[in-house]
Each structure stands twice: as C-alpha cells, then as structure tokens.
C-alpha cells in the first residue's frame, strides 16, 4: 500500500522544470568544495511536524488529511512508520529524528508506554535496514504531558524527576538500539513561570545532575552519540534555563558538563531569543560546540514559534556560511524542524514544503561557498581588523602588553584615526551572491 500515490522519487531537474514535485536546486550528487551536496546537508525529516501533528492551532482543530490515522492508536503508529519511510525514500533523504512519543502512544503505565516503543523500534529498525535511512537524533518528550506541569529534571516534584530519568534511560536504550547519531535535551518545561515560588539554583542544580546521569548511563550502555542541547529562550515557559547559545555554554562550562555536550541551534529559537540564526551558530562556533541545527523560520511579525519551512534565501545562506567555517557541520545535520502552515492540509504539501527547504539550503550552500571562494567576508574582516596584524595590535594579540606600555604608547598616539566600515555598499554586494 501507498501513502503518497501520486509522488514518484523527487529527482533532481533543474531550474527549467515546472514539475513541483521535482529539485530545482538541490542535486544530491553534485560537488560544492569538495563535497557533495548530501555530504554537507545531511537533511532530516521531523517525524513530530510530518507525521504526528495534525494541523490543529488553539483557535481550531486539526485540519490535516493524513490517510494513516485508524482508530486504534496503535494502529496509527504503525502506518506512521510504513508512510514515513514511503516519505523519507521519495524524498531522498538520508535521515530523520523523533520524540519518544512521536512514534507510539503512551500507555496506562510506564511499563505499557516502554512496550508499545518497543513494538514500534523494532519496525522502525526493520524499515531502517531495509531503505538505508537513518536516525539522525532521537529525544523524550517531557514537555506534552500533565506530569510536566513543574518542569521535568527542573521539576519541583522528585517523583517526576524519577519518571523523566526513566524516560531518558528508555530513549537512550532506544537511541542505542537504532544507531542515533547524536541524542537531543531540548528543555520544553525547564525554567520557570514566576521566581517568586521558585529555587532558581536548586532547579538548575538537579537539572546538571540529570545531564551527568545521563552521560554516565550513555557510557555504561556503550552509546556513543554526540549529546546535543536545544536553547530556546522562551514558549512553552516563560523564562526558559537554556535561553540561547551563550546562556547554554555557561551552564555546561559551570557544571563541567561542556565536554559531553554540543549545541542543536534552531532558527526560530535564535528570533524568540532576539539574535539572528548566524549569531547564535557563531557563538556555538567560538566554543567550538556547534552540533547540529534545526532548520526553519519564524515569521518576524509574530512573537511565537511558527516552525515554518525555511525559505529565507537570506538567512540561510548566511547560516551556511557559518556551517561552511565550521568545517561542515560534523555528525549532525540539517533537520526539518518545520510544518506545513494549517491551510497546506493535504498529503502532497508535505513533498512540496520539504522540496522548498531543501531547494532553499541548496542555493544557500552554493552561495556560501561562492563567499567563501571569493575570501568575501575574509578579505573585509582582514581590512576591518588589519591594526591587529602589525606594530602594537600584533603585540596585543601575543599577549605581550600589559598597561604601563599600552599608556605609554597611548600618550604618544592619541590623534585617533578610524575607518568607514562601508556597511551598506557590503550588503548591496551581498546580495549579489544570492540572486
Ligand atoms: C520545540 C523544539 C522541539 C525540539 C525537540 O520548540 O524545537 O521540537 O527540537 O524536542
Ligand atoms: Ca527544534
Ligand atoms: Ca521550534
């Protein structure tokens, strides 16, 4: 049986085709420095945004058409799987990510829940071994549930920290079992509503200790995944402890936990958070934890977390940039962190919004790498920062000048001279790499 009837295999055609359901930008094959397309993107497909939402919003209900959803959830669980790889295959894509409770409903135990899982990895790794795709990272929800109304390892209860523990062992076991790549601790209900019944430290506190515990589990079990953290400054909490890229890397420098931990940056995040995506990837790239990213948009208009398919041309090229000065983006991947907008309710939207994400990142790394042939942004900062090259700047970059020489050279050079930096005439040539 068919879920998608009407999409054969998404080939690449080129930008003379009309054919919607074809790239008109992303060629998998083709080489951009040194490395084909496939190789830099790594592309995801989101089984949460793809498979399990169902087009609802808190004004309305679902309005997705989606022709596996049967009347025993179990059941839908299990055409999730036969579609999502009839999905993942047509498209061409070599990986993809879940929540623990994207891919098999929750029982009326823990034990039931872990069972119910059980039956569906074993389908997913039979789907997996058959079509060659791959689990790029895996995660627990501990966000969607009544439970988690204090937060989970930030929880005020111990009982859910014990429960939320459980969870991320089972998803470990999980992850392990199918060859995850790299595991994700985003923190849905870590932080808090207001500070006047909260004990910021002792929240943070244990939540350092459940990232040990799950390093430590990790080693035991000999699952050897890079473990990600996903800032978000905000939604669903009010004021959430992995805020953004800087907040993060502090947290993990303080609990001596930077060594097991890089970062998985997603766009809308760095907008909730007030940054754009290139500065929270820049700031992961100077602590030299930039992981993995979740690919998307928010729309500026709104305050919230749209999840958008990003088409940005803009911003992803400069995203790409970041990733290209990365040295790639290593054993993460570009993950469709993105759904179909409420009024795009038909199956085939699917296929038409990743095809305009991966076309988009497509003409974004071709972009980037023409600003990275060229020394584009190379050649500005060089000029920007050339003082520190020579004479008394070459001497404060090697650490060789303390305050009495800095004065001294001061008082004989206090005629300060700068630069223009030219700003608008380096954004109208920008532009020129992208259209
Ligand atoms: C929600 C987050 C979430 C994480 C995984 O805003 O983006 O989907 O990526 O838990
Ligand atoms: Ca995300
Ligand atoms: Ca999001």
Not at 185 to 194: D, L, P, Q, V
Request: aromatic share 12%.
């Amino acid at each position: 049986m068919f879920y998608f009837p009407n999409v054969e295999k998404v080939q690449f055609e080129g930008t003379g085709s009309d054919n919607p359901f074809a790239f008109r930008h992303y060629n998998p094959d083709e080489v951009v420095l040194g490395k084909t397309m496939k190789e830099h993107l790594r592309f995801a497909v989101a089984y949460w945004h793809t498979l399990t939402q169902d087009g609802s919003d808190p004004f309305g209900q679902a309005t997705n058409i989606r022709t596996w959803l049967a009347d025993d959830p179990m059941q839908t669980a299990r055409n999730r799987v036969e579609a999502g790889f009839e999905f993942f295959t047509k498209l061409g894509v070599p990986y993809y990510c879940f929540h623990d409770v994207d891919i098999a409903p929750e029982g009326e135990t823990l034990k039931e829940t872990f069972q119910n899982q059980d039956e569906i990895v074993t389908l997913l790794k039979e789907k997996m071994d058959e079509t060659g795709v791959k689990l790029l990272w895996n995660t627990a929800n501990m966000f969607s549930n009544p439970r988690f109304v204090h937060g989970a390892a930030s929880t005020s209860n111990a009982d859910v920290f014990a429960y939320a523990a459980a969870q991320v062992k089972k998803a470990l076991e999980v992850g392990k079992e199918l060859g995850a790549e790299n595991y994700v601790f985003w923190g849905g209900r870590e932080g808090y509503e207001s500070l006047l019944n909260t004990d910021m430290k002792l929240e943070q506190d244990n939540m350092a200790r459940f990232f040990h515990m799950a390093v430590d589990y990790a080693k035991e079990i000999g699952f050897d995944a890079q473990f990600l953290i996903e800032p978000k400054p905000k939604e669903p909490s009010k004021h959430q402890y992995d805020f953004d890229a800087a907040t993060t890397m502090a947290f993990l420098q303080k609990y001596d936990l930077d060594k097991y931990f890089k970062l998985n940056l997603e766009a809308n995040h760095a907008t909730l958070a007030g940054h754009t995506f290139e500065h929270e990837l820049n700031v992961a790239r100077c602590y030299g934890a930039l992981g993995s990213i979740d690919a998307n948009q928010g729309d500026l208009l709104l305050g919230w977390d749209t999840d958008e398919f990003p088409t940005d041309l803009s911003a992803v090229t400069l995203a790409m940039y970041q990733i290209l000065e990365n040295g790639g983006i290593g054993r993460g991947g570009v993950n469709f962190d993105a759904k179909v907008r409420r009024g795009s309710f038909e199956m085939d939207d699917l296929f038409l919004a990743h095809i305009a994400g991966m076309d988009t990142f497509a003409r974004g790394l071709k972009a980037a790498a023409r600003l990275k042939e060229d020394g584009f942004f190379d050649k500005l900062i060089a000029d920007r920062y050339d003082s520190f090259s020579t004479g008394i700047g070459a001497e404060i970059v090697a650490g060789k000048m303390d305050f009495h020489q800095l004065a001294a050279y001061a008082t004989n050079h206090d005629r300060i001279q700068n630069k223009s930096s030219h700003l608008e005439m380096v954004k109208a040539r920008l532009n020129e790499y992208l259209y």
